[in-house]
């Protein structure tokens, strides 16, 4: 059934308030022109579709996914149009003209097969996606009908509507808290129930019935709190239908019979506060509209750099509870971000002429409501009273009006009892006393005769109000209504050779005054403090503080709490704890390796937070967090003014900040700070590593040993003033310092084989911490020639190597054994059967009465023959190759030579190790050289007594052959050749001999 219900039509006003925008570009990485549809998933990201392929942004970085005709896991084409998120990870979109699935855990893309079971002439165009939560449902609004998938399952079916022509093209659709589709075409709104396939059209009012596609429904959103259907139509605006008593209402930008009032997008912000605010993308760029009063707010820009509009006709918008309301339009990406909207305006006309200069010495009137009635100054001109309420100047008293006007104003100070205080160029000092609207002059008592020029004013815990001027430092004594010098002040500063100019100072919780002062002959500050109770000062000069050196030029000074100051210089700030007497500075000329730049004015708030005024703004510093805040024209609704003026309202709990006409303000009470973000590893880059998903947390990561080049890119989820969010890192040892990272990424390369954790924290630009840190552990495998298995394998090769040459030498070994004991064997058995016969038949021949004189000779010799030859066999026998059978051969040698000759043998002979086994040859020298001595002491000594040692001392064998005799000749020895053996049988052996022989007899020792 169709109905057409007809309502007034209502054309809203243009208004506007002032909102900053963020803008990303192609400065900020942004690969395209167009921001067509947007989604944020669960997991932190923002997913962007655009005519150049499909974004994700992680706060700091663009990742592109383009199509790639030679793999099917990529987009079917780069034009993504249409975009929703169901549970399961999933981005569906359109990737004209196909349906394309994207698993964003992996990245990977699919494309779905679209039914052709209807009008198998048209080419199907996708023009929505709704994705029903409670069923798993995705309905998918298309030029021939609706689609849908369920579950896991991302095969597409038609959806049969009875009583409708399944074929219309559906351009938007909704699902109310009923579960009752509303479907918005060309030919009007739908109301589908799935569950009873009944179906109900609505048309917009003032239908031409005439003209096909007359309603022109293009986009729609759903109130749920309201029940409401908003729709975008294609020429006549904002419609809307209201679902409780069916009736609709449109509402239109501009005349229609002269403008195209196209709405292309509808949504909400979800800030506290808009709950009556819609926020649409229209062909006339992006405008708001308030659904109470039903007026426009247009928010165009033409300008992409102007952060307080929206350039290009509005497509799309996807609401965030975490970083506010993203927008898409046709020039690219856009943020309305709720935590830069912190700074409000106020503007204040003044006389004109007074444009040029901003307004400072921001005081409060006690007796007014949240300090409606304000003080300030406007330097080289006047003072002034305004009524923040009224937004207007108030009247200052007649008799205090000559004080203010044209006066040059130097300062202006309301203290504890209420009196207004003004210094000027002209009139000097004068009070007035608010509450009893008498004026104050008060009295000079001072030696010179001109008129101090007072320049600050701050009261003490007393009530005294300490007044720094160009000419010294001057109190003003309330009871007596006098003001006097401070003489000790005046001599202190004579005697260092400071300039008298003490303007810049201030009197802490203890009524100490601290005082910035320059000496006058050199450029340099020096800080000292005078306590008014015992008189005593104490300087500290530059070059004892090297802080105070990197500072340099000191502008301001104040006390932020009992035991600390806070000093600004144009090359940071300083917080100096003044407990104990020994002053410490901590010094914040960059923060987080960022520079800080230069600070003005200080102003303290009870919360122990410290605002200071900077050449882009103000500046938030947390002295218990030692977190920095910037707040600037480009991240805030800050004015431009440089270093301004910093005031702060206790009644209200905010921040007053002058500006050129106007006032910013700060409402502490009300201050929205971005929440901390958990920190993500947002992409890995691994040489020679297919990376299917990015790692999570306390994911372990196994490596080849040739995959050690890695490049991590984090993120903690914290869009605003990204660039300002900081991480630090720890590599290897947990227990080691957290190191600054330069940015959010961070990259090792050819590391070493071995097992690696990295840690990492991140801060937002508000200085709130991530809730966790990202842990990730590194495991890089060694080479396979520095693997355990392999340095086995290779032990064991040279094991078996070491192990054959061994095996080769001992079998051959015993081969040579075996042979020599053969070889003795038959030198043994043949030769000497053979040459004790010849001796036997000699020595036979030899006894004969006329024997022939050569058998004795004969038999003579074969003797010495057989003797060598049984030497030889025994040298020959494996069996005597111990030491302790050479040293038993060469006692039975000595006996058998020696004992004949009458000589008494003694022996000296250790235990012989039996593990000592001499080569033939080495046994071979070594028994010759003792046979040669104990020859040599038979044939030449005459000796009676012998003795012969064997020690072992260190692993060292010492033997001793000596006797008691009448020594030889050595030249005779060597004659015989028979020392050179000797000699260089030891050498053989790699022994030390010593020979020494007198007539007291011989001794020879062997070192071995």
Excluded at 953 to 974: A, S
Aim: aromatic share 12%.
């Amino acid at each position: 059934m169709a109905t057409t219900l007809f309502c007034q039509k209502n054309t809203g006003k243009n208004l506007r308030r002032t909102i900053i925008f963020d803008h990303y570009g192609v400065p900020q990485g942004f690969a395209g022109s167009q921001a067509i549809c947007i989604k944020k998933a669960k997991d932190g990201f923002l997913w962007i579709g655009t005519e150049q392929g499909l974004l994700r942004y992680d706060g700091h970085r663009f990742k592109t996914f383009r199509a790639n005709p030679s793999d099917s896991t990529t987009l079917s084409s780069n034009y993504i149009s249409k975009m929703e998120l169901d549970r399961h990870g999933r981005l569906w979109f359109s990737a004209f003209p196909d349906i394309n699935v994207f698993d964003t855990g992996i990245g990977k893309c699919k494309k779905v097969s679209i039914p052709t079971e209807s009008d198998k002439e048209k080419t199907p165009k996708i023009y929505s996606f709704k994705y029903d939560e409670r069923n798993d449902v995705m309905w998918i609004g298309t030029n021939k009908g609706l689609l849908y998938s369920q579950g896991k399952d991302i095969r597409i079916h038609n959806e049969f509507i009875e009583g409708g022509n399944n074929t219309d093209a559906i351009l938007s659709i909704e699902i109310d808290k009923n579960g009752i589709m509303w479907l918005a075409g060309s030919k009007g709104l739908r109301r589908y129930d799935p569950n009873t396939c009944s179906t109900l059209t609505f048309h917009r009012p003032g239908r031409n019935n005439g003209k096909l596609n007359e309603d022109g429904f293009f986009s729609s959103y759903y109130d749920q709190k309201n029940d409401i259907i908003w729709i975008g139509g294609w020429v006549h605006g904002l419609m809307k239908f209201d679902i409780k008593t069916q009736k609709m209402s449109d509402y239109t930008f501009a005349d229609v019979n002269k403008i195209q009032n196209t709405v292309l997008n509808i949504n909400q912000s979800g800030f506290a506060g808009e709950e009556n605010i819609l926020w649409l993308g229209t062909n006339y760029g992006v405008k708001t509209f308030d659904i109470l009063t039903n007026t426009f707010t247009d928010y165009k820009s033409d300008e992409h750099n102007d952060i307080k509009g929206v350039p290009g006709l509005g497509f799309c918008f996807e609401p965030t509870r975490t970083e506010g309301m993203w927008i898409g339009t046709y020039k690219g990406l856009h943020r309305y971000d709720p935590f830069k909207q912190n700074v409000k305006v106020i503007n204040t006309s003044l006389p004109g002429g007074q444009s040029d200069w901003a307004l400072g010495d921001v005081c409060f009137e006690q007796g007014s409501q949240r300090d409606s009635i304000i003080w300030f100054s406007i330097d080289y001109i006047s003072f002034f009273r305004y009524d923040l309420v009224q937004k207007k100047l108030a009247p200052i008293p007649a008799v205090l009006k000559k004080y203010c006007d044209n006066v040059a104003p130097n300062t202006l100070y309301i203290d504890s009892k209420n009196i207004l205080w003004l210094s000027s160029y002209h009139k000097g000092l004068v009070g007035y006393d608010l509450d009893e609207k008498k004026l104050i002059l008060p009295e000079l008592k001072i030696r010179q005769k001109e008129i101090p020029l007072v320049l600050k004013i701050t009261e003490d815990s007393e009530g005294n109000l300490w007044l720094g001027s160009t000419s010294g430092m001057y109190i003003y004594h309330r009871g007596r209504n006098e003001i006097s010098e401070q003489a000790d002040i005046r001599q202190f500063l004579d005697q260092n050779k400071l300039v008298a100019h003490v303007f810049n100072f201030t009197v802490d919780y203890n009524g100490k005054v601290w005082i910035i002062a320059t000496y006058k002959r050199k450029e340099e500050d020096v800080l000292f403090n005078f306590d008014p109770g015992n008189k005593i000062f104490n300087i500290h000069m530059q070059k004892n503080h090297p802080e105070l050196r990197i500072l340099k030029n000191l502008e301001s000074i104040e006390s932020i709490s009992e035991e600390k100051l806070v000093l600004t210089s144009f090359n940071g700030f300083c917080v100096v704890n003044t407990f104990p007497d020994t002053l410490t500075f901590r010094l914040f000329e960059s923060y987080n390796d960022k520079p800080l730049g230069g600070f003005k004015n200080i102003c303290s708030e009870p919360s122990g937070n410290v605002w200071m005024s900077t050449d882009y703004g103000v500046t938030r510093f947390n002295p218990a967090t030692s977190t920095v805040t910037n707040f600037t024209y480009y991240n805030s609704n800050i004015g431009l003014t440089p270093n301004p003026d910093i005031s702060y309202s206790k009644k209200t709990n905010t921040i007053f900040i002058g500006q050129a006409q106007a006032l910013n303000t700060i409402a502490l009470d009300s201050l929205n700070i971005a929440p901390a973000g958990k920190i993500l590893l947002s992409d890995l880059h691994i040489d020679q590593y297919n990376l299917n998903k990015i790692p999570e947390s306390g994911h372990v990561l196994d490596l080849n040993y040739d995959q050690n080049s890695l490049y991590f890119e984090f993120t903690n989820l914290n869009f605003t003033n990204a660039q300002n969010n900081s991480y630090q890192y720890k590599f290897g040892d947990k227990k080691g310092e957290w190191k600054v990272m330069s940015d959010n990424t961070l990259q090792f390369n050819n590391l070493g084989y071995g097992n690696y954790k990295l840690l990492v924290k991140a801060e937002n630009s508000f200085g709130l911490k991530s809730p966790n840190e990202f842990l990730l552990y590194i495991n890089i495998a060694p080479p396979f020639w520095r693997t355990w298995w392999f340095n086995g394998l290779i032990i064991g090769i040279i094991s078996l190597f070491i192990y054959s040459i061994f095996k080769y030498r001992d079998v051959q070994r015993q081969k040579l054994d075996k042979l020599r004991h053969t070889l003795a064997r038959d030198l043994h058995d043949d030769m000497g059967s053979t040459l004790s016969h010849i001796r036997m038949m000699s020595e036979r021949e030899s006894m004969r009465k006329e024997a022939n004189q050569s058998f004795k000779t004969i038999a003579d010799k074969t003797a010495e023959v057989m003797n060598n030859m049984t030497e030889i066999i025994w040298s020959i026998n494996p069996k005597n190759d111990s030491l302790k059978n050479i040293i038993e051969r060469i006692q039975e040698f000595a006996i058998d030579n020696l004992e004949p000759m009458g000589m008494e043998i003694y022996f000296d002979i250790d235990e012989v190790p039996g593990n000592i086994k001499l080569n033939p040859e080495h046994r071979r020298h070594f028994y010759l050289i003792f046979k040669e001595a104990i020859n040599n002491t038979a044939k030449y000594s005459r000796a009676t007594r012998v003795n012969f040692s064997f020690k072992m001392e260190n692993k060292k064998m010492i033997l001793k052959f000596n006797d008691n005799g009448l020594g030889f000749d050595p030249m005779m020895i060597k004659r015989g050749n028979g020392l050179k053996n000797m000699e260089s049988r030891a050498l053989a052996l790699n022994a030390k001999i010593n020979i020494n022989t007198d007539e007291n007899g011989t001794q020879i020792s062997l070192l071995f």
